[in-house]
């Protein structure tokens, strides 16, 4: 099952974007089983944990994003999501959505986000 996010763009400091993952090819008791993730990969950098929501609905955020994004998720429409507010420049990079069910890691093809000063 390949995932891909989509809703990177450019924006200036200070902008939103909302990222999506469907995970439709997941059947739905898994899906509210699992336990997501949001990643990011810097120009030149390792790829890093963003966000990560379990089934329980606990949600854990790197430091540098802690009070901008949100990590959320539609049981109904299998879908994950990154709301992304008051981005900066250092926000740049290619995002990736992951669904690990517990046995299995699923990976979406990134989506860029570009953030300009």
């Known amino acids: 099952v390949q995932l891909q996010a989509s809703g990177g763009g450019s924006v200036q400091a200070g902008g939103s974007l909302k990222l999506s993952c469907p995970a439709s090819?997941?059947?739905?008791?898994?899906?509210?089983?699992?336990?997501f993730n949001w990643y990011r990969q810097a120009p030149g950098k390792q790829r890093d944990l963003v966000a990560t929501l379990v089934s329980g609905g606990s949600a854990s955020y790197q430091d540098t994003v802690k009070g901008r994004f949100t990590i959320s998720k539609d049981n109904a429409k299998k879908t994950l999501y990154l709301q992304m507010n008051n981005l900066e420049p250092e926000d740049t990079a290619v995002y990736y959505c992951?669904?690990?069910?517990?046995?299995?890691?699923?990976w979406g093809r990134g989506t860029l986000v570009t953030v300009s000063s």
């Open positions: 090819r997941i059947i739905t008791s898994v899906f509210v089983k699992s336990r």
């Open positions: 992951n669904v690990d069910t517990g046995s299995l890691h699923y």
